[in-house]
């Protein structure tokens, strides 16, 4: 037990190493990343005015009211904008890893090549939407009366963290076509 603690210390170290590095590279263009934000919020703000134009319409859609509603567009939200930005680098495994021979490097260092290849990139273009999402469960939250105690935020957190895994592990399926085939973002996408 003590030996596995010690290497999700050590993964979760040069995780760190990876995304600390990432953002240094990334943060080199601010306006690029200040324009992909801003479009992305555009995205989710364009997002909620169809369902606040639906819901001007009718009052309730099969019982769900429209904060029920927020609050589960919010949720869902969350947990696949959270996985797409850690573990959405997989879709390039085929296309910009194995017909490049990128990922040869992968296969010499001391590390999972698994886990370099989710480290290896972090889709910052879903944060906005990930801080919407977040707002959005707290907005709608409060709206319905949920009222967060111990036991809720800890089932929303493993909810969570069970629908992440439950999309990358998807994604991951998918993509691992490419070994066959050679493209991966193909099979992602069906």
Do not use: C
């Not at 495994?93 to 490097?105: C, H, K, N, V």
């Not at 105690?149 to 993509?175: E, K, P, Q």
């Amino acid at each position: 037990m003590k030996n596995k603690i010690q290497g999700l210390k050590k993964y979760a170290t040069i995780y760190w190493l990876y995304f600390k590095q990432y953002w240094k590279s990334r943060l080199v263009y601010k306006t690029d990343f200040v324009l992909g934000a801003s479009s992305q919020l555009i995205s989710v703000i364009v997002s909620l005015a169809f369902l606040t134009l639906v819901f001007t319409q009718i009052e309730n859609l099969r019982g769900w009211t429209f904060n029920e509603m927020l609050f589960l567009a919010g949720f869902g939200g969350t947990v696949i904008f959270t996985q797409n930005v850690f573990f959405f680098n997989i879709i390039r495994l085929g296309e910009e890893y194995l017909i490049t021979g990128d990922f040869d490097r992968f296969l010499v260092r001391p590390l999972n090549p698994l886990f370099q290849v989710y480290a290896d990139d972090v889709h910052d273009n879903n944060v906005p939407k990930l801080f919407a999402n977040l707002a959005l469960i707290f907005y709608a939250g409060y709206q319905i009366g949920l009222t967060p105690n111990l036991l809720t935020i800890t089932y929303a957190a493993f909810s969570m963290m069970s629908g992440m895994l439950v999309a990358a592990s998807i994604y991951l399926l998918f993509s691992s076509t490419a070994f066959w085939t050679g493209t991966s973002r193909n099979a992602v996408w069906l």
